[in-house]
């Protein structure tokens, strides 16, 4: 099973911008559907984005609305989150995700996850 770790969170201001990456271990994440999920207080998890391993074209939620970016950087074998135009409602835990499928959308889909990272947005 894939190990993997995000890091790059923070608090940042409404409008700005932040970068989040995921270090896969133990095996190339090429082999894997990745995915960024987050989690918000008392709220359910949530798919983000995602690049399913064999189509290797990225999804997103409906929310993003063209303000994220996803991408492998496969020379250092980690997945990256570029988020601009942050609003104070991204406010949450943002996890890594991978599994085996050829595709994902919901958490349940996912066999390894991160500790998560956290984004914090203010007004």
């Known amino acids: 099973q894939v190990d993997v770790a995000e890091s790059g969170g923070g608090l940042v201001q409404a409008g700005g911008s932040l970068r989040l990456s995921c270090a896969v271990s133990?095996?190339?994440?090429?082999?894997?559907?990745m995915g960024w999920f987050r989690q918000a207080p008392g709220r359910e998890r949530e798919f983000v984005a995602g690049i399913p391993r064999i189509t290797g074209e990225a999804t997103y939620a409906n929310f993003v609305q063209g303000r994220f970016t996803i991408s492998k950087d496969s020379a250092k074998n980690t997945l990256e989150l570029e988020m601009s135009n942050l609003r104070p409602d991204d406010t949450a835990v943002y996890y890594c995700a991978a599994t085996f499928r050829a595709y994902g959308s919901s958490p349940s889909e996912y066999d390894s996850w991160g500790q998560g990272t956290q984004v914090t947005v203010s007004s």
């Open positions: 133990r095996y190339t994440l090429e082999a894997y559907t």
